[in-house]
T-cell receptor, first 114, second 109 residues
């Protein structure tokens, strides 16, 4: 079956512009995660959605970052007024139910802020 | 604070065995994961340990000692395709995954 998909695969934007990153999780997976990975670094947790519960936003680095998940499926991560330090690969992952299950990752979106 | 430590880079020879270590200090423990990440690709799940001991899965094995806050990933009969980064992640008391920076494994012929 289809895995986690993300779009776009690459995004180059100018400093100060807003960007939207999209994630389509695996069908039936109720848990969805957003991570950020800078070059040579580990994964930095951003936000976690579980079903209809309020999302865990504890990892969002600033109020310029927001995310939503519509209909319990597709999720969009929005970064407003992008800064050069936002440049990274943004990874989305999904899993069955809760964090008890292994996560399946999408291919990521490479964001470059010039 | 919470911390996951792994070596930054390791080099090994095709056909040999390599052990990648991971030590952790986290607020609680609810399992440890190893993921493989090829350059430019997404991480893929390799193994999961929640009890002490060795879990074997083909050429890959993962060991856990909760009392020592220590795990290792053992790769046998190394192949060139094993060149990748190996990420250690620990699930803490809030069931949140804390990720290490990864170990880049270079396989030489």
């Amino acid at each position: 079956g289809a895995g986690v998909s993300q779009s776009p695969s690459n995004k180059v934007t100018e400093k100060g512009k807003d960007v939207e990153l999209r994630c389509d999780p695996i069908s039936g997976h109720t848990a969805l995660y957003w991570y950020r990975q800078s070059l040579g670094q580990g994964l930095e947790f951003l936000i976690y959605f579980q079903g209809n519960s309020a999302p865990d936003k504890s990892g969002l680095p600033s109020d310029r970052f927001s995310a939503e998940r519509t209909g319990g499926s597709v999720s969009t991560l929005t970064i407003q007024r992008t800064q050069q330090e936002d440049s990274a690969v943004y990874l989305c992952a999904s899993s069955l139910a809760s964090p008890l299950y292994e996560q399946y990752f999408g291919p990521g979106t490479r964001l470059t802020v010039t | 604070g919470q911390n996951i430590d792994q070596p930054t880079e390791m080099t090994a020879t095709e056909g040999a065995i390599v052990q990648i270590n991971c030590t952790y200090q986290t607020s609680g423990f609810n399992g440890l994961f190893w993921y493989q990440q090829h350059a430019g690709e997404a991480p893929t799940f390799l193994s999961y340990n929640v009890l002490d001991g060795l879990e074997e899965k083909g050429r890959f094995s993962s060991f856990l000692s909760r009392s020592k806050g220590y795990s290792y990933l053992l790769l046998k009969e190394l192949q060139m395709k094993d060149s990748a980064s190996y990420l250690c992640a620990v699930r803490d008391s809030n069931y949140q995954l804390i990720w290490g920076a990864g170990t880049k494994l270079i396989i030489k012929p």
